[in-house]
């Protein structure tokens, strides 16, 4: 989602009117972005907004985690498989003596 003009507030201006944008973000659901020597810095996001892109976030971890077993999957039915050497080697892990 593009940002307004006038959802882009400078820092030291957000200082003197954090009530007032809070209350704007969540009024409106809109989000603020508040920017520092004019480079975006932090943003205002409603805290019911932050919880769901979180959630998003969690599924799609999953997602990728998911897609990366089935790739897997699909590899060992056809037979590919990667030697225990460099399996080991891309743990990290100690051959047994």
């Not at 990667?82 to 399996?87: C, K, Q, S």
């Amino acid at each position: 989602m593009a940002s307004r003009a006038s959802d882009i507030v400078p820092i030291s201006e957000a200082r003197a009117r954090l009530s007032a944008l809070a209350a704007e973000v969540v009024e409106s659901g809109s989000e603020k972005v508040l920017t520092r020597n004019g480079v975006p810095y932090v943003a205002l996001v409603d805290a019911r907004r932050l919880d769901y892109y979180h959630v998003l976030q969690a599924e799609h971890a999953k997602l990728v985690l998911a897609e990366d077993a089935i790739a897997g999957l699909r590899e060992a039915l056809i037979g590919s498989f990667v030697p225990d050497e460099e399996l080991e080697e891309a743990l990290g892990v100690r051959p047994a003596p």
